[in-house]
């Protein structure tokens, strides 16, 4: 019996339309549409991981910092300039809730689709 290969092929995202969020982070990132379906788009590059984005019907976006409807998962976006990456995320769609855990270090954002996400200067 031989050992199957397995690799990680994306990180899939819950939202009520694929194509906004996929639009949102495919110019955030630089990524392209690698497939795409009325309830299904993969962003992504040629041997690389990719960004999928799920059509859910009954779509609830998370509530952060409220427990009430807590985030799942999120991105850790690395950036060198911090103000420069948030301008730009803004510019796209994103949005900035008021509490701010540690805005000197980073900076946690909201996609289109309410899913919290972070710039960070770590690892840049």
Not at 19 to 30: M, Q, T, V
Not at 87 to 109: C, H, I
Request: proline share 10%; net charge negative.
């Amino acid at each position: 019996m031989s050992t199957p290969e397995i690799r990680y092929l994306s990180v899939d995202f819950d939202c009520s339309d694929p194509a906004e969020l996929a639009r949102f982070y495919g110019d955030a990132l630089d990524l392209p549409v690698v497939y795409t379906s009325e309830d299904f788009v993969l962003l992504g590059r040629e041997g690389a991981p990719g960004l999928g984005f799920v059509r859910q019907t009954d779509y609830r976006p998370p509530t952060w910092p409220d427990p009430a409807h807590g985030k799942q998962a999120h991105l850790e976006l690395g950036v060198t300039d911090l103000d420069a990456a948030q301008r730009k995320m803004l510019a796209l769609g994103a949005t900035l809730p008021s509490w701010q855990p540690r805005p000197d270090v980073w900076r946690v954002l909201l996609d289109p689709a309410g899913h919290p996400f972070c710039l960070s200067t770590h690892g840049i």
